[in-house]
């Protein structure tokens, strides 16, 4: 493959990830984009605040690139997990439109370096720190990826909605008695082992 198709394809997966995490809070209200439902706090609009500072993050500021007019809660320690809430104040809009920021940011770095070249991780381990586009990209696709796995399980636990993404949702079925039937299997069998 080229270079050029290289990139492409690794854009596939990066963008898959940001849409899902987009698209997961459509049709909600503010509370439930901002509701914690685990107790680690986890809500889909933090997720978003989230992935846009680890896209800011990494595509910006580890290839010297950083972010033009990054808010302070991306670049000073705003304390522990400060980028995986909204505050009142913070709007969905704006966040989204951050979001969206920083990937227009994050695709010129793709677009304007080789997947070859080398920038500085600084809160990785000094051994690991010297990275490439390459490295980063998978780096950042695993991360997004894993966080919108995370946004399935957050909305499905609001609402019921499950899916991979708007118009495909790679399902068996979409009849809830059909669900309840495999919930009920999976039950039975956790039971059965258990009690062996």
Do not use: C
């Not at 705003?78 to 969905?92: I, K, L, Q």
């Amino acid at each position: 493959m080229t270079e050029s198709a290289d990139k492409e394809a690794l854009r596939v997966y990066l963008q898959a990830a940001r849409n899902a995490l987009l698209w997961k809070m459509d049709g909600l209200g503010e509370y439930d984009v901002r509701r914690p439902l685990v107790p680690t706090g986890t809500n889909l609009l933090g997720l978003v605040k989230h992935a846009a500072a680890v896209e800011a993050g990494y595509l910006g500021w580890v290839f010297g690139r950083p972010l033009p007019e990054a808010p302070v809660w991306m670049s000073e320690d705003t304390g522990d997990n400060a980028d995986f809430w909204a505050t009142p104040e913070e709007s969905r809009e704006h966040l989204v439109e951050l979001y969206r920021a920083v990937w227009a940011h994050a695709d010129a770095t793709v677009d304007e370096l080789t997947l070859e070249t080398t920038g500085q991780v600084p809160w990785w381990p000094p051994e690991r720190r010297t990275v490439t586009l390459h490295r980063i990209l998978v780096h950042l696709i695993a991360d997004l990826q894993r966080h919108a796995g995370h946004a399935d399980l957050v909305r499905e636990l609001i609402d019921g909605s499950v899916g991979l993404r708007a118009g495909n949702s790679n399902l068996p079925s979409d009849d809830p008695d059909w669900w309840r039937a495999h919930h009920d299997r999976v039950e039975q069998a956790a039971r059965t082992a258990a009690g062996r």
